[in-house]
């Protein structure tokens, strides 16, 4: 089975200050891995994803991952952080095609709080 | 990527009553999730809609309580029927375009029941 820990229920950084937001997981094959964000009554945004290749992965607004395979990790970062990243973040997990089925397996989510 | 149109946005029902969620897609899609969320919390699957047949269900979720319908590749139904008030969350649809790209969401639904 598959699996995600985000051990930080909540993360509070500075603005212009780098964040990280924390992931780690497990899964039987190749992972794919996504990064999404959920701002106040609304819908997940995705941001960006690992999929295979180069293990520092670039996304929307700035924000970057890198996936760690001997750690099992995927943390999401962002050099200067701004009050408008205030948010829900969620990270999702599932198999590679073939390996298993297609749904996602999500974080408890960690929010993360930007301070003016 | 492909939008999902969601709705309603938000709602608030009697008890015992049922509710009807819609989820529409402007483009084919080859799997669609309903999900569960509580405010601030993780998202749970509820079940997997196929297009045509009945929806695969995870363990906690039935078909009696959350009947599904796919009658084809863009739209989406969810109701929740005979509700009480643990039944008051977000519902949130779910579409996965090719195998290797990321799933994307609807707005959700916020249900109160009361």
């Known amino acids: 089975a598959q699996s995600v820990a985000q051990p930080e229920d909540q993360v509070n950084v500075a603005e212009g200050n780098p964040l990280t937001v924390k992931c780690t997981y497990s899964v039987s094959g190749n992972p794919y891995l996504f990064w999404y964000v959920q701002y106040p009554n609304r819908g997940l945004q995705f941001l960006l994803k690992y999929i295979t290749g180069d293990n520092l992965v670039k996304g929307s607004y700035g924000f970057e991952a890198e996936f760690n395979k001997s750690q099992t990790s995927f943390h999401l970062k962002k050099p200067s952080a701004l009050v408008s990243d205030s948010a829900l973040y969620f990270c999702?997990?599932?198999?590679?095609?073939?390996?298993?089925?297609?749904?996602?397996?999500f974080g408890k989510g960690t929010k993360l709080s930007v301070i003016p | 990527s492909a939008v999902i149109s969601q709705k309603p946005s938000r709602d608030i029902c009697q008890r015992g009553t049922s509710l009807t969620i819609q989820c529409q897609v402007d483009?084919?899609?080859?799997?669609m999730f309903w999900y569960r969320q509580q405010p601030g919390q993780s998202l749970t699957l509820i079940a997997t809609a196929n297009q045509g047949s009945e929806a695969t269900y995870e363990s906690g979720f039935v078909i009696d309580k959350f009947p599904i319908s796919r009658p084809n590749l863009t739209f989406s139904t969810l109701t929740v029927s005979n509700m009480s008030p643990e039944d008051s969350s977000i519902y949130l649809c779910?579409?996965?375009?090719?195998?290797?790209?990321?799933?994307?969401f609807g707005q959700g639904t916020r249900l109160t029941v009361v």
């Open positions: 483009s084919q899609v080859t799997m």
């Open positions: 779910s579409g996965l375009g090719l195998p290797n790209t990321e799933a994307f």
């Open positions: 999702a997990v599932r198999d590679e095609p073939g390996a298993g089925s297609y749904q996602l397996t």
